[in-house]
């Protein structure tokens, strides 16, 4: 073959494989796009309305272990700084993921090590564990809450990257206001398509479990009809200035409701997935998982305003 032949059979060569960078980078935009369409599960955090206002997602995955981080926190009595740092410390080593590998023999949320005296495997493994354990270390730092976080999370976690948490500072702290309820309405997921039911009981041995026992006595269910109902009951009021101790108007939407309330609405709404809540109203808001994508709507007009106004309800998927 002629050089001027050779030449040729190379320029097109190049021409189709250029041709067929082309077609495939389409084909994975318009994946992309039909992914977006379709609706794949996500969970959104934002810290107000409008262009440019802070947002987070992340899976349900990631919102269910989050939450469960931050109401072993506050279920301890510890402030929102301390969830931040947990958050941000997670975000860090496992991106809020309970892996059951790691550099060397590190496991879970917060790559802990058996040989260094964090628990056994099967221990780490357990979010409520290993979030606990976290939390042992921190209250031993004298002024935790007023360090740098990447100071706080280092005396813990005596990681070989110190200065990687800060990077994750303000997603946490996003997270960490929703969670635990100083900004309502602020946390909403659309969950995975399941068909199954829901377990109230499940539900109930959750929230026991992560944020102790106090925060189901006097709290009870229906029979018949409203046996998959759970009303969680929560100090009334309007939310004051943000720092008085309730949910503030973050999304200057008309939010109510007391902090305690959009804590534990918040946690439900990052559980849902899992355990199969199908319905959350709370301070004349209502979220629900053939509507979440919607978010966090007004309550339906006509609706009983003092209904929702003490207690929490959750509805478990039949």
């Not at 959104?44 to 109401?71: D, F, H, K, Q």
């Not at 790691?102 to 005296?117: M, T």
């Not at 602020?186 to 106090?214: I, K, M, N, Q, W």
Request: charged share 20%.
């Amino acid at each position: 073959m002629s050089d001027a032949a050779t030449g040729a059979q190379h320029r097109r060569v190049l021409r189709w494989a250029a041709a067929s960078a082309v077609l495939l980078a389409l084909a994975g935009y318009l994946a992309v796009r039909n992914d977006a369409d379709t609706g794949a599960p996500v969970c959104v955090v934002r810290g107000g309305t409008g262009e440019g206002a802070p947002r987070y997602e992340l899976t349900p995955a990631m919102a269910a272990n989050a939450a469960t981080i931050s109401a072993v926190g506050t279920g301890r009595g510890l402030p929102e700084r301390a969830v931040t740092i947990a958050l941000a410390t997670a975000l860090q080593e496992s991106a809020l993921r309970n892996i059951d590998y790691g550099d060397r023999d590190s496991l879970g949320l917060f790559q802990q090590r058996p040989s260094k005296g964090w628990g056994s495997p099967e221990q780490i493994l357990d979010p409520v564990y290993a979030a606990g354990k976290f939390y042992d270390g921190l209250v031993d730092v004298p002024g935790y809450a007023r360090l740098p976080l990447t100071v706080a999370a280092q005396r813990v976690q005596r990681s070989g990257f110190p200065q990687a948490y800060a990077k994750h500072e303000p997603d946490a702290a996003l997270l960490a206001a929703a969670l635990t309820g100083r900004a309502g309405a602020t946390l909403s997921c659309v969950p995975g398509a399941a068909s199954r039911a829901g377990d109230p009981e499940r539900v109930r041995a959750a929230l026991a479990r992560e944020f102790g026992p106090g925060v189901l006595p006097g709290n009870g269910a229906g029979r018949g009809a409203a046996a998959r109902e759970i009303l969680l009951s929560v100090p009334p009021g309007p939310a004051p200035a943000a720092g008085a101790g309730a949910a503030r108007d973050t999304a200057g939407d008309g939010v109510a409701g007391s902090r305690r309330g959009w804590e534990l609405a918040h946690w439900a709404v990052a559980r849902a997935d899992g355990l199969r809540i199908e319905k959350i109203a709370y301070g004349g808001k209502v979220w629900s998982a053939g509507s979440a994508r919607e978010g966090w709507r007004p309550a339906a007009p006509g609706a009983d305003p003092d209904r929702d106004r003490d207690a929490v309800r959750l509805r478990i998927a039949r």
